[in-house]
């Protein structure tokens, strides 16, 4: 019951963040690294999951289609942190952006109970 009521508060949470590495010679690809940091206890994974969604100021991310879900049964220790590698290629035919629309990349770090823990980055397309 403790566990249910600290997870809904996010307490306890391991973290995802994906770092992007800075532009390369082709702006379409962008690769970095997702770091994931353990929390103050013990928590079993069971995936990692990015999305490319378009988001307009007042409504719902809309889904543009689906990045990477990386499936996986791992125990990250207390205190714990870890790092698994991004790469992907943006869809050249990715329509510009109007004005209070903007494109994100959308993770999810998914574990026990089904609770997830989230990152979202923006990116610029000329």
């Known amino acids: 019951m403790l566990t249910k009521w600290m997870n809904g508060l996010r307490i306890g949470k391991p973290k995802v963040d994906l770092v992007l590495d800075p532009k390369g010679e082709d702006p379409y690809v962008l690769s970095g690294v997702f770091q994931l940091s353990g929390s103050w206890r ?3 994974i069971k995936r990692l999951e990015c999305d490319l969604v378009v988001v307009e100021r007042g409504k719902k991310p809309l889904l543009v289609q689906p990045v990477t ?9 207390a205190g714990g942190y870890d790092e698994y590698p991004f790469r992907y290629e943006l869809p050249r035919t990715l329509p510009p952006l109007s ?3 903007s494109y994100k990349l959308q993770t999810r770090l998914v574990y026990e109970n089904n609770a997830k823990s989230f990152d979202h980055d923006e990116l610029i397309v000329n």
């Not at 879900?69 to 220790?77: P, Q």
């Open 42 to 44: 013990k928590q079993n």
């Open 69 to 77: 879900t990386v499936l996986m049964t791992r125990t990250m220790e």
């Open 99 to 101: 004005e209070g629309r």
